[in-house]
């Protein structure tokens, strides 16, 4: 069977772009499946994939927040930290129209929309992340102070199991 060849997305060309030292990994998508699957597909741990989330605050002003793929996000904690009263996440079309991305394929590289980012700081612990580039069963391997260079986001601590 051919190797199939890592697609190009927005993502990737802001990548290289910043020449960020990244790794292509490819796996089988399924629908519903998040983090345990392409964690599970790679043979990764899922604490080191890392999700990313579209939400809005009660303005619906957009936003990214990067979490363990092992853990979800404490709204009421994200929204006392950040200063606004509600964060809920956005419905997929609304993720898919600020991102430019399909949902389950989301990447905070490269993004239709600039939106701030927030970034679950236990990630910044990790050797290595497994973050998506930008297509559904496409996620790209680096280091996360590699991350952090690139988007500057604003550290938190908001997730929970």
Not at 87 to 116: I, W
Request: with cysteine.
């Amino acid at each position: 069977m051919a190797r199939e060849k890592a697609p190009v997305t927005p993502a990737v060309r802001l990548l290289r772009a910043e020449k960020v030292e990244f790794t292509d990994h490819l796996y089988a998508y399924q629908e519903k499946g998040g983090t345990s699957v392409s964690s599970r597909e790679l043979g990764v741990a899922e604490h080191c994939v890392i999700k990313t989330l579209i939400m809005e605050d009660e303005a619906r002003n957009p936003l990214i927040v990067l979490m363990h793929g092992d853990l979800q996000v404490s709204t009421r904690e994200l929204a006392r930290s950040i200063g606004v009263k509600q964060v809920t996440p956005c419905t997929p079309d609304m993720a898919s129209k600020h991102s430019g991305y399909l949902v389950g394929g989301t990447s905070p590289f490269g993004t239709r929309r600039q939106m701030p980012v927030y970034l679950e700081e236990s990630i910044t612990a990790l050797e290595r992340i497994y973050i998506n580039g930008g297509k559904r069963g496409y996620l790209v391997a680096m280091a996360p102070h590699e991350l952090v260079r690139v988007l500057r986001p604003v550290m938190v601590k908001v997730g929970i199991r």
